[in-house]
């Protein structure tokens, strides 16, 4: 079980190179292979690695690799190996996307790279660190500088017009649950843990747990069965309402995505708000999609980097960090056209130039503003996931 309180890494500081003498840190990183270990999913995202890539190889002489990854879990344990075999340098692993129960894990373990190396990388002063919470705490876990933000994400609903109408949309768990059972088979969500499936069971548990300050830390396990009940209460009356009876479920984001598309389900979700948009862009949506939030807020984090204890690059590895929180670099990444992600910078903090760059982005015709998404829940402490998804698969888990 993870704890509330976890220590921080024993590396000195002073072993690293220090992002505060940014020079320095360009002539050490020039020359250098950073081994970026990052989600490999998706064909947009790639692209924008690889550019990020190109940049960096032009401008620094750094090259950068990307690890394809299909499960972010497989590098925080190939760090934890080397550890374990005494690997204290020249580790295979130079940067980490991340956040959540690896952020948590890896920090627990003291496998990251110094802290405050983040508040030290020259485009730091463009982050929207006081306005966004979720900068400063990843899943309830202070960050420490230990991890450098680089994207936003917020869970999102979307549905056909031509089929059903604004009017008629849930704006609420519990009126999802009473839409369901009107339009039964017209919603379901990926099998947990797949995570879109596992975020949509913290959006129904935030809203139904009768105590949420509990969230905020680790599961009591005595308590447990009687602080979950209201949510798997929930999912008892909604299950034989979803997509097939339950019986089966969307493998995942893409496949939910199709199913709306082919008029099997009418209402679905993602992570990102320019995911709608960005269909439709693509031709796997009609132009009749649109989104919609729900009254008082979704489920939302940021992601971001983090750089192994044992890297070897690190240098380029900092080179790397800072580029992805430029403003160039985060223009192009919040482009629906490129990716669509919503950005960690401040426009207050920017150039009259990029506010103005930011402000012309066509965020697409299914895109909701700002003021449009409402709230942002903050995530829960890791610990729940864990025993939320073993609890699922008990329950309701069926064989694809």
Known sequence: MLIATLALPATP????????????????????????????????????????GETLNQRFGVKVIHVKLDDTANAVAKVLAEKAAGKNEGGSVDVIWINGENFASMKRQNLLMAPDWTTGLPNWVYVDHENMPTILTDFTIPTDGLESPWGGAKMVFFHDTARTPADSIPHSSVELLEWSKDNPGRFSYPQPPDFIGSSFLKQVLIETIEDKSRLSQPVNAASFAEDAAPLFAYLDDLHPNLWRGGKAYPQNYPDMKQKLADGELDIIFAFNPSEASAGIAAGELPDTVRSFSYTDGTLGNTHFVAIPYNATAKAGAL?????????EAQLRKQDPALWGDPTVLSMDKLSAEDRAAFAALDLGV???????????????????????????????????
Not at 319 to 327: H, K, R, T
Not at 366 to 371: F, K, N, R, S, V
Not at 374 to 392: A, K, N, S, V
């Open 13 to 52: 500081w002073a072993a690293d190179p220090d992002p505060r003498d940014w020079d320095a840190v360009l002539a050490e990183a020039r020359g250098q292979t950073v081994y970026f270990n990052a989600w490999g999913g998706s064909e947009n995202i790639n692209s924008y690695i690889g550019w990020a």
């Open 319 to 327: 080179v790397l960090a800072n580029f992805l929180i430029s403003p």
């Open 366 to 400: 299914a895109t909701l503003t700002p003021d449009e998404l409402g709230p942002t829940l903050d995530e829960p402490h890791p610990d729940w996931m864990e025993y939320i998804e073993r609890e699922w698969l008990r329950r309701y888990g069926v064989a694809n």
